[in-house]
């Protein structure tokens, strides 16, 4: 089992940043990859930011402004949002997979980007 807790979230202007932690607990060895995504209302989840061993990957409406990054001491993993814009507004939420595939979500962290 792996537990996830996300944070960070908050309401910011547009053009300013926000950092989001996703703190990981559990059988942390077991986890391939850890994922971002983030719903919007009426939105399907999309799947924002991704970190494996080997790469990181974005997709094409965050590339350049996101970050996705982890720190092994404190079992913690980050998505720094840069230059944000309203429509970034979105529950943004943490995702771990298994080598088995089985997949583990947070709750969720709210972001709201005023224009």
């Known amino acids: 089992q792996v537990q996830l807790a996300e944070s960070g979230g908050g309401l910011v202007q547009s053009g300013g940043s926000l950092r989001l932690s996703c703190a990981v607990s559990?059988?942390?060895?077991?986890?391939?990859?850890v994922n971002w995504y983030r719903q919007a209302p009426g939105n399907q989840r999309e799947r924002v930011a991704t970190?494996?061993?080997?790469?990181?990957e974005y997709a094409e409406s965050v590339k350049g402004r996101f970050t996705i990054s982890r720190d092994n001491s404190k079992e913690t993993v980050y998505l720094q949002m840069n230059n944000l814009e309203p429509s970034d507004t979105a529950k943004y939420f943490c995702?771990?997979?298994?080598?088995?595939?089985?997949?583990?979500w947070g709750l969720g962290t709210q972001v709201t980007v005023s224009s």
């Open positions: 970190l494996t061993d080997v790469y990181t």
């Open positions: 559990g059988l942390i060895p077991s986890i391939y990859t």
């Open positions: 995702n771990a997979v298994q080598y088995s595939n089985a997949q583990f």
